[in-house]
């Protein structure tokens, strides 16, 4: 057996059309589908769906940071620097807060929250060439000013 792609991600939410509006209007995914009010699926344009939300409720507490579980999921939003701006400034006009920005060497990165406290990254590579040969090379954190 050999896992080929990663297929789709599911997060549990509170609010589900608070959840919606933040990958919908402001990350810009493509909405495809509901599921019986509880459940809305994401398309980033390749497959059926690639995100999928499932609202458990306004009263859900929030993970516990020391316990196993997610930590972030990334999304690639392009490959130059200039684009990683653009998203910045597309954030910012949104009100959305960027905690943290990241050079890892073969990527640079933006990290944010969603409206639950989940961890968003939002990323450019680098070239490839910088991992193919040498995999040791994403172990590379530099703070990355734009």
Same mark, same amino acid.
């Given at each position: 057996? @050999?896992? @080929?792609?990663?297929?789709? *991600? ?10 919606? !509006?933040?990958?919908?209007? *402001? ?5 495809? %589908? ?17 995100? %999928?939300?499932?609202?458990?409720? %306004?009263? !859900?507490?929030?993970?516990? /940071?020391?316990? *196993?579980?997610?930590?972030?999921? !990334? ?13 910045? !400034? ?24 969603? /409206? ?7 990323? *450019? ?16 954190? @530099?703070?990355?000013?734009?």
């Amino acid at each position: 057996m @050999r896992v @080929r792609s990663l297929g789709h *991600v599911v997060l549990k939410v509170r609010d589900l059309e608070h959840s919606i !509006a933040f990958y919908r209007d *402001v990350l810009g995914m493509k909405e495809v %589908a509901r599921y019986q009010g509880v459940m809305a699926f994401f398309t980033l344009g390749d497959n059926h769906h690639d995100l %999928a939300l499932m609202q458990i409720g %306004a009263h !859900a507490p929030e993970a516990d /940071p020391g316990s *196993v579980g997610l930590y972030h999921v !990334a999304f690639k939003v392009g490959d130059s620097l200039e684009e990683l701006r653009a998203c910045k !400034a597309h954030l910012e006009a949104h009100n959305v807060s960027i905690f943290g920005m990241s050079d890892h060497g073969v990527s640079q990165s933006l990290y944010l929250q969603d /409206p639950d406290g989940i961890e968003i990254e939002l990323y *450019v590579d680098a070239d490839p060439a910088l991992w193919r040969d040498d995999p040791g090379a994403v172990l590379t954190t @530099r703070r990355l000013k734009l």
